[in-house]
Structures are given as C-alpha cells and as structure tokens.
C-alpha cells in the first residue's frame, strides 16, 4: 500500500531529528552501525535470497553474489569512513607576519541532512535498501529514507528490518532510517520535494531520473539529485585488434550482451566497427553465438514489456537490419537475444537509435572509415563507460578517436566488458549527462560518500572549540593536508 503524505511527514520530521544526533557520531560510530547492518543481512540467511528469487527472477547464484557484495561495500565503505580520508580535510594555520595577515582557516566536509534512496529494479541488494547509496549516506553522517521499490518489497522489507535492528542495537534515533512504500509517482514527488530531505539517490530509467532531477529543481530550495540513468556503453573496434581476434571478442561480447539478460546498466548497447571483412567475421561469430543462447526471464513483466517494445521499435526503423535473434523459443517474461546493425549515417541521423534498450540486444554501426567512427563517437550522449578493442599501435594510431570517446564516458576500458564494476576507489560509476545527472561524482566505491556531504570552512577558531578532525593535534590520527602538505 502506497504511503500517505502523513506518513510521509513522520518519516521526514523523524529523519530531521535523527540528522542532530547522528551528525555528532564519531566516524568510529558510524562505521560499526554500518559493520552491524552487514551482520544482521547475512544473518537473514537463505530467506533472503529466496525471497528475491521468487520476485525478482534472477537465479540464487547471482543472488548470493550480490549479497556478498552488499556486504562487502558496507565494509568497504565503513573502513573508508572510519579513516576520514573522504573528510578532505584542509588547514591553513595563521600566519601574521605577512601583509595582509593571514588567518587560520580550516575545512572539512560536513554531511548535508536526510537523503531518499530510491531502490533499484535490477539489484534487490547492491542498490537498493541496504545497498551502495544507503550505505554512503550513513557514513556520511546521514539519515536514510528508502523508497522501496515495488518490483521487491518484501526483499527490501528483510533488508529493512536489518538495518532497522542494527540501529536499535546501537541505540540510534529511530529516524535514522524509514521505509517507504509507494509505487504511485505522487509518494517518489513528496519525499523529493519535502523541507527536510536533503538529497536523493537513484538508479533506474532516464525517465524515472530525469523526473526526479526536476522535481529536486523545482523545490523552493533546490537539492542535488544524484541519479544513474541511462547508458549504451559503446563499444569501438579498431582496425589491428579486430585483425587479429575478431571471432574471439565476438564471443566475448556475446556473453557480456545476454548476461543475466542483459539486464545491466553497464550492458554493451552499441558497437561500432570499420564495415570490412574483419567486420563481417566478427557479426557471423557473434550472430551463431546469439542465436544458441536461450531466452531468460526478465525481472518483472514490466521491465520485459519495456524490452519488447523499445526493441520493436529499435528495429522497425529504416534501414536497421536485423542480423541475429536467438533461435529458441521464448515463454512470456523472457528476453530474446537480439543483435541489429545499421550504417553509421542513419545512426548518427537517427536519435531513436541511441537509446537504451534494457535487455540482451545491441545494434553493430558500420562506418566507412575510422574518420566515421569518429564521428559516431562525436554524436554520442553520455555514457557510463565506454571500450575500445585496440592494440597498443591501435591507440597511438588512432588518437581523435581515443580522445573523442574519452570525453563521453566515466569509465573508459581498453580490451574487455563494460559488465562487472568492481568496488574500489579508483571506481568511477557515473559518466556525462544522460548517463548521470552529475558526472563528478560516483556511486559504486567509497568515493561516493562525497555525495552526501558539504564543505564547510572554519576561521579563527580556538582549537578546542573545533571538532577533532581539524584540531591542531589530530586527535583521530587522520590524514590531512596541512599549510599544502598531506600529513597524519
């Protein structure tokens, strides 16, 4: 049942409270409550991971994977939280005997107040309830309002108690976290758009980000929306790779389009390659391989219907051929694997092409050269990752392309899959608009604590009066950069 605005109201004011107790935690705080959320979600045990099979369709391998991951980034990020690395924190100490003086100012990040989560579809665990937003915002000092999405919600209701029990056991505010049901848009418009929420976090459609990233503008006092949208992640193929290993990248690629039905934010939309025999050797492979992979179910039979429809309409454009379909029959609510190829000319002049077709399908453009695979690449939206198939001699050859593909993306790979994101630091998940709404930041890997939070400079202030991460002594041994030197 969806929530009403009432209780919408308490879920908001509670979360709004809980922010002035929670802020004060020490990082060392923060982080054990984020160690028992881990705890309590793998005590839950195999009733988890049923439980989301039976609503989501992925298989339990897939299922328990994720959950180690959930787990693993609530560790992660709490070990990062902890050392207070993200707090960049800067001192410049007083210094009178320059004209004019100078005065001590000191700066660090503060968190930026309550933060709605909205639970991803295609990741019951990583992005939803518990998953790498949630877990951002509590180390960052903030309360959570999760939004459950309604493809899971007893998934998200197992997460939830979890999380829920962790904070009691630490005796938090019981606004630190709410749960909140809704499939209707009016709940997603009144949690983005009420006082006390302070920033949001999704990852799903353009469309359903694109809406929330308005009604976050459109609010008296605007917020930052932080959304993962809409990605093709390209892939080019360039001339001496392609030479040498066409029919091994085509079978690469063909596990990386249909994995888990293709059901992936990082799944390869698009690929791109000099129309030659080289190229044709490579659609032949890739085209048997397509054909023997049977049908999977997809998460829910909306997400099945968007697939059908937006690859009906994919291929009913003019001139888009249809090359490879996989050859084994399909039951309702399973996607058929499907590759298609068009010249890059009607690509580039065709926006509709462009699109993300959420499932096991990606469209080949043939280009007459590699000045037209530039091009290709210039008239591209922004992506979340993008991969070139190139040798060494390749990228040195083929620079424009290289620094042209560059500019799209957040995560450029050479000689592999866009599928499969490690959490690490070094991780950049987010790319340019429409892929993200702000492509600074990411949200997979620590680093997207940053998010949540806001810089907030001190001056003058006597040293015990400063909270401990800028006092004189370091007293919570962090590293800092002082007067521009990084030091503990």
């Known amino acids: 049942m969806d929530a009403t605005i009432d209780e919408i109201n308490i879920a908001a004011a509670e979360a709004w409270q809980a922010f002035f107790i929670y802020r004060k935690l020490s990082l060392k705080q923060r982080a054990d409550f984020m160690r028992s959320i881990a705890n309590e979600i793998e005590v839950i045990g195999e009733e988890l991971i049923e439980t989301a099979m039976i609503e989501t369709n992925l298989p339990a391998a897939r299922l328990r994977s994720e959950r180690a991951r959930t787990i693993f980034q609530l560790n992660n990020y709490a070990a990062f939280c902890e050392s207070g690395q993200w707090l960049d924190v800067r001192i410049d100490e007083a210094n009178e005997n320059v004209n004019p003086p100078k005065p001590d100012i000191r700066k660090m990040l503060v968190p930026l107040g309550p933060v709605v989560v909205f639970g991803?579809?295609?990741?019951?665990?990583?992005?939803?309830?518990?998953?790498?937003?949630?877990?951002?915002?509590?180390?960052?000092?903030?309360?959570?309002?999760?939004?459950?999405?309604?493809?899971?919600?007893?998934?998200?209701?197992?997460?939830?108690?979890?999380?829920?029990?962790?904070?009691?056991?630490?005796?938090?505010?019981?606004?630190?976290?709410?749960?909140?049901?809704?499939?209707?848009?009016?709940?997603?418009?009144?949690?983005?758009?009420?006082?006390?929420?302070?920033a949001v976090g999704f990852t799903g459609s353009f469309a359903g980000g694109k809406q929330l990233f308005d009604w976050g503008n459109q609010r008296p006092v605007p917020i930052p929306v932080f959304a993962e949208m809409s990605s093709m992640n390209p892939v080019f193929l360039l001339p001496e790779k392609i030479s040498n290993d066409a029919a091994q990248i085509a079978k690469l690629y063909a596990g990386s389009i249909t994995l888990n039905a293709g059901q992936f934010c990082t799944n390869p939309g698009i690929v791109v390659g000099v129309d030659n025999d080289d190229l044709k050797k490579f659609i032949n492979v890739?085209?048997?391989?397509?054909?023997?992979?049977?049908?999977?179910?997809?998460?829910?039979?909306?997400?099945?219907?968007?697939?059908?429809?937006?690859?009906?309409?994919?291929?009913?454009?003019?001139?888009?051929?249809?090359?490879?379909?996989?050859?084994?029959?399909?039951?309702?609510?399973?996607a058929t694997a499907t590759i298609a190829a068009?010249?890059?000319?009607?690509?580039?002049?065709?926006?509709?092409?462009?699109?993300?077709?959420?499932?096991?399908?990606?469209?080949?453009?043939?280009?007459v050269d590699m000045t037209e695979m530039v091009a290709v690449a210039t008239a591209m939206e922004g992506q979340l990752t993008a991969t070139l198939m190139a040798t060494n001699n390749d990228v040195i050859l083929h620079e424009a392309l290289v620094e042209t593909v560059k500019n799209i993306c957040g995560r450029l790979i050479l000689n592999g899959v866009p599928t499969g994101v490690t959490v690490g630091l070094s991780m950049q998940h987010g790319g340019p608009f429409p892929a993200t709404t702000d492509s600074r930041f990411t949200s997979v890997g620590a680093d997207g604590i940053r998010r949540f939070a806001r810089p907030v400079a001190f001056q003058n202030w006597p040293d015990e009066l400063l909270p401990d991460e800028l006092k004189s002594s370091n007293p919570i041994n962090i590293w800092r950069t002082v007067n521009n030197e990084l030091k503990k």
């Open 120 to 198: 991803a579809a295609n990741f019951p665990f990583a992005y939803s309830t518990a998953g790498g937003d949630t877990a951002c915002a509590f180390a960052a000092g903030c309360p959570v309002i999760v939004k459950v999405h309604p493809g899971h919600a007893q998934t998200s209701r197992l997460v939830a108690n979890a999380i829920t029990k962790a904070a009691a056991n630490h005796y938090l505010p019981k606004g630190i976290f709410s749960h909140v049901y809704g499939a209707a848009p009016a709940v997603g418009e009144a949690l983005v758009k009420h006082q006390y929420t302070k």
């Open 286 to 334: 890739l085209s048997e391989e397509i054909k023997n992979i049977s049908p999977e179910p997809m998460l829910n039979a909306g997400i099945y219907k968007n697939y059908v429809e937006k690859r009906a309409a994919a291929l009913s454009q003019q001139d888009v051929e249809q090359v490879a379909v996989s050859k084994k029959e399909s039951a309702f609510n399973e």
């Open 342 to 367: 068009v010249s890059a000319a009607d690509f580039i002049a065709n926006p509709l092409l462009h699109q993300e077709v959420f499932g096991p399908y990606s469209i080949i453009v043939r280009c």
